[in-house]
């Protein structure tokens, strides 16, 4: 059974050398074509004078392959007629003489590994610790739209206080990020 992919929710896939993967996104992303190039963020050591450094490099979970929305073929398509093209080289997939689209639906796996590692990097990543008094916000999860006040560093992070009583560790890795922010300030006081 063959599926009907809508020209605009669809993706083409556009092919280029491995090492230009970031920059054929970024700069079609620049010109205004929607395009996604699933990425990572990895840390290593640096180089030369910056040796003892950590760097962190971006660099793409599927080497050599950028999705493009299908609506806007058309620019592709004149882009690679042209002569010169701002863009780094590229090409756009094609099955003989058609060119294939790519459901939304089709990149879930790919988006999930980029979540995966994301969510990866995040833990890797140290945080400072918090100062006793300040507030915490939530922003996903059961605790949604609560707001806590640190009481004291934990094993695993700080620990929260919610509410009357109800305190609770928050893995540190998750501070910062959507699911738990900080307040603008910390609280003083007496309630502090």
Known sequence: MSRVVDMLS?????????????DVAASLTAAGIECWAPQRVERRMGRGRKRKEVVTLPLAIAPGFVFARASRLSA???DRAAMTSPHPRYRILRDGER?????????????????RFRVSHLKTLRR????????????????AGLTGIVEGEGAGGPRVRIGNGFTLTIASYLIGTDVVREASKPITGTTA
Not at 10 to 22: D, F, K, N, Q, Y
Not at 102 to 108: I, N, P, Y
């Open 10 to 22: 669809g993706w083409v896939i556009l092919t280029m050398a491995s090492t230009r993967t970031l």
């Open 76 to 78: 592709l398509l004149a």
């Open 99 to 115: 060119i294939p689209l790519v459901a939304d639906t089709a990149l879930t796996a790919l988006r999930a590994a980029e979540e």
């Open 128 to 143: 400072g610790r918090l100062a006793v008094g300040t507030e915490l916000r939530f922003g996903q999860g059961a605790l």
